[in-house]
């Protein structure tokens, strides 16, 4: 039988590179995967329902919000995103681990939600180094950047909201870092007891030992 995969969480300013930390750390490992989320935006070109996104209607996606089967969700240039909770629920029965890659403001949605995900604060090495991979995209202007670096000092002054941070100095190092947490939580006694204690003649449903 498979265990139950962990809901993990990860958060972190524009520019950390928590994306591609993520992208190492999902190489390879068959089960982990992002969660896909439900949108009421209409498809893109090329874009499949079940893979990019789930494209439900404005009508469909509030309902799920209003029994209890959308995890966490917001609004941008008037569209719904959110992430589908039944989806969830089911993969990690499966036994995979699900990571969702979302910001502050639907960290703390997830975690009223569901208290036993694993909540991870990708921080730079500093607010300077952080500037300084903003202005190395080049994709921005300053007033741009200033604003996300304001956006970002307000971010990462709610990390104790979190369970582990992991800096994004040296990739290779906050990769092994953010892996180590991960395997680490599933040893927690809490989440271990979820798992195995009938299996050890404790708890609602064991058997005696023999």
Do not use: C
């Not at 694993?118 to 921080?123: E, N, R």
């Not at 741009?144 to 956006?151: P, V």
């Not at 927690?188 to 204690?197: I, M, P, Q």
Request: hydrophobic share 35%; charged share 25%.
């Amino acid at each position: 039988m498979n265990k139950k995969g962990q809901l993990i969480v990860v958060s972190g300013p524009s520019g950390v590179g928590k994306g591609t930390m993520l992208r190492e750390y999902v190489k390879g490992r068959e089960s982990v995967r992002y969660s896909v989320s439900a949108t009421t935006r209409a498809p893109r070109p090329g874009e499949e329902n079940g893979k990019d996104y789930y494209f439900l209607t404005k009508e469909e996606f509030l309902n799920r919000v209003e029994q209890g089967n959308i995890l966490e969700y917001a609004q941008y240039n008037g569209n719904f995103y959110g992430t589908p909770k039944d989806m969830v629920e089911q993969a990690l029965a499966q036994g995979q681990d699900i990571i969702l890659e979302i910001d502050v403001q639907g960290a703390l949605q997830v975690k009223e939600k569901s208290p036993g995900a694993l909540l991870v604060f990708i921080m730079p090495p500093s607010g300077e180094e952080l500037r300084q991979r903003l202005i190395g995209r080049q994709t921005e202007d300053e007033a741009t950047i200033n604003k996300r670096l304001a956006i970002a000092q307000e971010e990462m002054a709610q990390v104790q909201e979190y369970q582990y941070v992991v800096v994004n100095d040296n990739l290779d190092q906050a990769v092994a870092q953010f892996s180590h947490i991960v395997e680490a939580n599933r040893s927690l006694v809490t989440n271990w007891l979820s798992e195995n204690k009938s299996e050890y003649g404790f708890g609602p449903g064991a058997k005696p030992l023999k």
